[in-house]
């Protein structure tokens, strides 16, 4: 709803704030984690250990736990940006808008055109980034409750 709502002209996109949706990202991977350690007890560690040679664990379980980390990032990020990027288009196109009707008001009515249809794929991308963000969640989700077998 919140990627939705900032699509208002000049409204704010609290999903863009990348300390908002990093804060979110960690709350939901920290919680995956603590659920995963409540079910499975130490056993749930089990996911950061690959099957694989044994002179191979010391390099890959570091390796696992990196990538177990980098959810925090990779889900922030990827939901702030692609919120932020079109939002900033959005501005852009409506500052323009703005200052063309001050030289003329018939060509700026010509741009209202693009701005409508890119309104319309930010309406797809604003529910597109939330079902990526539930999906991945959910996946990650997964892990508690088949102790990350892949």
């Not at 603590?34 to 749930?44: D, P, Q, S, T």
Request: hydrophobic letters at 60%; charged letters at 5%; a positive charge.
């Amino acid at each position: 709803m919140s990627n939705l709502l900032s699509l208002i002209p000049f409204g704010i996109a609290l999903t863009s704030h990348l300390i908002l949706i990093f804060l979110l990202s960690c709350t939901v991977c920290i919680s995956i984690f603590v659920i995963g350690l409540m079910k499975f007890h130490l056993k749930f560690l089990h996911i950061f250990i690959p099957q694989c040679p044994f002179i191979l664990l010391p390099i890959l379980i570091p390796i696992e736990i990196f990538s177990y980390l980098i959810r925090l990032f990779s889900l922030s990020i990827r939901l702030a940006a692609n919120i932020l990027a079109g939002h900033t288009l959005v501005h852009i196109i409506i500052s323009f808008i703005l200052n063309l009707t001050k030289v003329d008001l018939v060509l700026s009515i010509l741009f209202l055109i693009p701005l409508f249809l890119i309104l319309i794929l930010e309406f797809g991308v604003a529910g597109l980034q939330a079902y990526v963000f539930t999906v991945l969640v959910c996946i990650y989700l997964a892990d508690t409750k088949s102790l990350g077998v892949h």
